[in-house]
């Protein structure tokens, strides 16, 4: 990060043969930065080459690249330039309408700078506008330009020439901007990235603008097509045989700085390949050549010495499905077969697991769920061959929805296979603990269990907790706990910021509330049927105020826009939308006699606003909707994660188990009231990606004003203290914690709530 991973100087100001060198400004920057803009008075072997140190390593952070440049130099320009600079200099400074020859007579270093620039044009990642002054009088001398990591943003401005020469054997200087200074140097800041856009986008009177899609192309096709691994070691040599060379102590320590950050990726992309090579035999084995993580054997031996069961409350995307598959691997390893029957809520996760069993390689997995058809007749022959061979080695794994399994003739045919030797994982086994299939537990004979959930626990059911734990095996506590906060400190998870945004009713929707409320306080501890059923109907239309609340849209439309106008791109966001007339509440843990939650009229209405407002920001910003009806769920998500899409748009059925490790930011949306759907999403977004380093999640809070009678009172302040406690939660984890709770001061104080309680 550049603010807290930089050692800055208080004066701000870079120059050579000192303590800041101006080459140590641009390694760190590229090393921590995930966009460069870059406007050079004139392009040149030199002038690129000084780039070299830190670039793979910006490459590899997912940066992004404008370039300003530029176009041609007369021969006599280029020799002024070059004995002015030094009368023996052998580096070739060149005209840009000879690209080959020029990559032809390029040093190692100067190659691997366009090697770089060649693997941003094939990415996407750089745009380059070559200009030249208007009437072809004099040439811009600029060198500036800014440096963005998502959060802070850092300009520059100065005498500095990005030539090897001047930074290291010349005395130049560069004095640098950075935004958590203050006003002053924003508004410096701001001043740069004005001219900047001036001319990306073509509106700056004073230059002409000369075409550069050829020279992409040629640049391209001389370059070669390294890959980024290739780069990055590429860049590692170049560094090391040039930190043998540097006299200068400051420059040396820069490079030996940018050195040690190329070899903690290299090592870190070298692991990641590693565990993409899975094994070509068919014999079960673990998916990573690393073997299981130090937490999940763990998990299997804390498993092993409670009989074999065991609850595993595991904080989303650290591997809960891994963790127990290689739990049914050990079995494998000591019985020579593997038997397995796994419950999830959904035909999605359904899905997922089958994908995660074939990482295995284990085979013979039978899909139970209204989508497929056929698994009665597999099902079948496996039970036969149970029956007349009890000891047989036959290997299976059903996956069955937990509405599938929990229909009386199913439940039945699936209760009936060996219950010493079937493994039975319940994954979100929160779900056990509710519904009609509470009711069947002591019904299930299988004596290996394990349970899996990120939140185990059943908001306001202590009875299903105590049934979920006593089904599990579990006495006070879970068999094995792996928590978000541990997660995020040891890598398993990426790191975040958080940003809670209070939304406010309008007046309509305040009175509307406020009369619910009324009516709400009136029959809330009534025990009659009918009371029940009017409460029901009334709470739902209430919450449907605050999913809908109309504030929300334009809180949206500024985060995006805002976050367009620093990062300059909305690449992998994902945007949980309002539910609509049936929004989802702390007792929606199972979809108790259906696969899928279909949505309604409102739902795809208020999909379709929102989708709009992120489509209307920019019509280039490619925006798709992730629902239920969509057909094309793998492919949109493969699009995503290529940043061919930029942003999907969704309700509940992200929730369902879906993998979107690239996503970015996340925009929560929803108001929804169950704390697991929150915890849960954040989850997804916190999943590693090798070119993530952190995510950034908005969530919209929406908070009443304060203006109840008595009677009402301690409802709302209770609705409000549990929304707060969520906040609260997912502040103190984030990076910017002590700045997020302050947004909820007034909050605090107008309901008489304490943060800490």
């Not at 494998?332 to 996760?349: M, N």
């Not at 009875?463 to 541990?486: A, K, P, Q, W």
Request: proline share 3%; net charge negative.
């Amino acid at each position: 990060m550049l603010k807290t991973d930089i050692t800055w100087p208080n004066h701000r100001r870079y120059k050579s043969r000192t303590e800041w060198e101006p080459i140590g400004f641009f390694s760190d920057c590229l090393c921590n930065a995930t966009r460069f803009d870059l406007m050079l008075g004139f392009f040149s072997s030199s002038a690129i080459s000084i780039l070299a140190n830190g670039f793979a390593t910006f490459l590899y952070n997912g940066g992004k690249m404008r370039l300003i440049i530029n176009d041609i130099l007369t021969e006599n320009d280029k020799n002024a330039i070059a004995k002015g600079v030094n009368p023996n200099a052998d580096l070739p400074y060149f005209d840009l309408s000879d690209i080959e020859n020029i990559y032809e007579t390029l040093s190692e270093r100067d190659k691997h700078f366009f090697d770089c620039i060649s693997w941003l044009i094939r990415n996407n990642r750089i745009e380059i506008k070559i200009i030249s002054p208007q009437e072809g009088l004099g040439i811009s001398h600029t060198k500036s330009g800014v440096f963005y990591d998502g959060i802070n943003v850092v300009g520059f401005d100065g005498s500095c020439n990005f030539s090897r020469t001047a930074l290291i054997d010349n005395i130049e200087s560069l004095t640098v901007s950075c935004d958590w200074d203050g006003s002053i140097e924003i508004a410096k800041i701001n001043a740069i990235q004005k001219e900047i856009e001036q001319i990306i986008q073509e509106k700056d009177t004073t230059v002409s603008y000369v075409s550069v899609e050829n020279i992409k192309t040629q640049l391209t096709n001389v370059a070669g097509e390294k890959s980024l691994t290739d780069l990055l070691k590429s860049e590692y040599n170049i560094l090391q045989k040039q930190s043998q060379h540097i006299t200068s102590t400051s420059i040396h320590k820069a490079l030996e700085k940018a050195k040690d950050r190329l070899e903690a990726i290299i090592e870190k992309v070298k692991n990641t390949n590693n565990r993409k090579s899975t094994s070509t035999t068919s014999t079960p084995c673990f998916p990573y050549p690393s073997g299981p993580r130090e937490y999940q054997i763990a998990a299997f031996e804390n498993w092993k010495s409670n009989k074999q069961k065991g609850l595993f409350a595991m904080a989303t995307g650290t591997g809960k499905t891994i963790t127990s598959l290689n739990c049914l691997l050990e079995i494998y390893k000591k019985s020579g077969c593997y038997k397995a029957l796994i419950l999830v809520p959904t035909i999605t996760l359904v899905e997922q697991w089958e994908k995660e069993c074939a990482k295995f390689n284990f085979t013979n997995v039978i899909k139970v769920c209204s989508k497929y058809s056929g698994w009665q007749t597999s099902l079948a022959n496996i039970r036969m061959l149970e029956l007349s061979n009890p000891d047989n080695k036959q290997s299976y794994i059903i996956i069955s929805t937990y509405a599938s399994f929990i229909r009386p003739d199913n439940f039945i045919e699936l209760n009936q296979l060996p219950k010493k030797r079937l493994l039975l994982v319940a994954d979100e086994a929160h779900n056990m603990g509710g519904g009609r299939i509470v009711k069947r537990l002591n019904d299930i004979k299988y004596l290996r269990r394990i349970g899996l959930s990120a939140t185990p626990e059943r908001q306001f059911d202590e009875d299903g907790n105590i049934r979920l734990m006593d089904f599990f095996g579990c006495d006070n506590s879970y068999t094995f706990e792996y928590s978000m906060e541990e997660a995020i400190r040891k890598g398993a998870l990426c790191k975040y910021y958080y940003y809670p945004h209070l939304v406010k009713l309008t007046d309509d929707e305040m009175a509307e509330y406020i009369e619910l409320s009324h009516r709400i306080a009136k029959i809330i501890n009534r025990e009659d049927d009918d009371s029940k059923e009017i409460l029901k109907r009334l709470l739902l239309k209430r919450k449907q105020i605050i999913h809908k609340a109309r504030n929300k849209k334009d809180i949206f439309q500024n985060i995006l826009k805002e976050h367009l106008d620093k990062t300059g791109t909305l690449k992998y966001t994902l945007v949980y939308v309002p539910e609509g007339n049936k929004p989802d509440d702390y007792t929606a843990d199972i979809f108790d006699s259906y696969d899928m939650i279909k949505d309604d009229e409102d739902t795809v209405h208020l999909i379709n606003e929102y989708t709009s407002i992120v489509r209307d920001l920019d019509p280039h910003i490619v925006v798709r909707q992730f629902t239920s009806e969509s057909s094309d769920r793998d492919a949109m998500l493969k699009d995503f994660a290529n940043g061919s899409i930029d942003v999907l748009t969704s309700m509940k059925c992200l929730d369902e188990g879906v993998d979107v490790p690239r996503s970015e930011l996340a925009i929560f949306c929803a108001s929804t009231g169950n704390p697991r759907q929150f915890i849960q999403r954040r989850g997804r977004v916190l999943r590693t990606h090798a070119e993530k380093k952190y995510a950034i999640i908005h969530d919209l809070v929406v908070i009443p004003d304060n203006n109840f009678d008595p009677s009402c009172q301690d409802i709302e302040k209770n609705l409000v203290a549990n929304e707060i406690r969520r906040v609260r939660d997912f502040a103190v984890l984030s990076e910017n914690c002590n700045d997020t709770l302050n947004v909820l001061d007034d909050i605090l104080e107008q309901y008489q709530i304490s943060l800490y309680n």
